[in-house]
């Protein structure tokens, strides 16, 4: 039987640095783009910071293209927590100790606030972080990622979006099974998850096929799976706790600074109805759709996404 993946898999070469860092109690590893080699380079920490946060059963890679394309910012990808190369603990996976991750992040990479950019389950740490750690959050870009009261509205409400969103998330309600079908044949399963939601052109595309064979071998890194699958359990288990309603009060609010939103039209995951609802929630918010893209559209239409963030991140200094 094949060992499985070390979690060293990650650490992809490339021109950006692999880092270790802790923060609110545990290790992450993170990705830093590396300047550009011509002329004066500044101090990392004069820069702004921009932290990249992946969505489910992803890791820093999915962040790719961003790395290489953009510039003028200290650009930093996070395994989240459970994820990668990062600390595996065995809880921590709730919305209050996930914003504590990335506000102590903040601190320990020596600055005071900073921009975040999340997808899926990474935009929720963003909608979070921005919340409960205002002072750190100078503005937030999400990718397919809806502020949670408005996505949550959507699914109770519309049954196009429950059908979306609802199968999947309680499936992984049940002990030990998702995490087995997740892993089995090299993590098949993660594979079959980003074709049902990416965009046609994605899938037949050289770039798809860079993108899955690390995910997939990123999944099984043990305890990762498992990791996983209790940011899904905690989304639906606290809806019916304490915790969660008063997760969901807290949220329930609109934030007062810039934001971002990017949607690839062709997304079958998350629709147009819970970006729609977002609006109240960010009455600064700037809201892109995207031809041609899907659920993961940072990575299928870079082109499009960067040319974005560029602009956004100017704006926000």
């Known amino acids: ?16 640095r692999h880092l270790d860092v802790h923060a609110n109690g545990i290790r992450f590893h993170v990705v ?11 101090p990392a920490t004069s820069l702004p910071l921009v932290i990249l946060l992946h969505g489910f059963g992803s890791f820093w890679w999915s962040w790719r293209h961003q790395l290489r394309g953009l510039s003028g910012v200290r650009l930093v990808a996070v395994d989240l927590r459970g994820y990668g190369g990062s600390d595996k603990p065995p809880r921590g996976y709730d919305g209050w100790t996930l914003a504590g991750d990335t506000a102590g992040l903040i601190r320990a990479l ?28 100078r503005a937030i870009a999400l990718v397919s990622s ?17 059908r979306a969103l609802l199968p999947s998330l309680l499936s992984y309600q049940v002990p030990m099974l998702p995490e087995s079908r997740l892993t089995r044949h090299d993590g098949a399963e993660l594979e079959t998850l980003l074709r049902s939601r990416a965009g046609h052109s994605w899938l037949a595309s050289e770039d798809f096929a860079q993108t899955i064979g690390p995910l997939r071998q990123a999944i099984q890194i043990p305890g990762a799976a498992h990791c996983a699958l209790e940011y899904q ?4 288990r606290s809806q019916l706790r304490a915790e969660g309603r008063r997760f969901m009060r807290i949220m329930d609010r609109p934030i ?12 079958p995951y998350v629709l147009a109805d819970p970006v ?9 918010g700037h809201f892109v759709s995207l031809a041609g893209a899907g659920h993961f559209s940072h990575e299928e239409v870079p082109d499009q996404v960067n040319p974005a963030l560029a602009r956004f991140f100017a704006q926000v200094g």
């Open 146 to 162: 809806p502020h949670p009261a408005a996505l949550r509205r959507s699914a109770l409400t519309r049954r196009d979006q429950s």
């Open 110 to 137: 020596g600055h005071t606030s900073a921009t975040l950019v999340g997808h899926a389950d990474g935009g929720l740490v963003c909608w979070a972080t921005s919340v409960l750690h205002p002072r750190l959050v």
């Open 32 to 42: 830093q783009a590396d300047p550009p080699v011509d002329g004066y380079q500044a």
């Open 1 to 16: 039987m094949t060992p499985p993946p070390d979690p060293s898999v990650t650490r992809i070469p490339g021109p950006w």
């Open 256 to 267: 007062d600074i810039p934001m971002l939103h990017l949607r690839g039209e062709a997304d």
């Open 233 to 236: 359990r905690w989304a639906v």
């Open 276 to 284: 729609k609802r977002t609006r109240e929630y960010a009455p600064h």
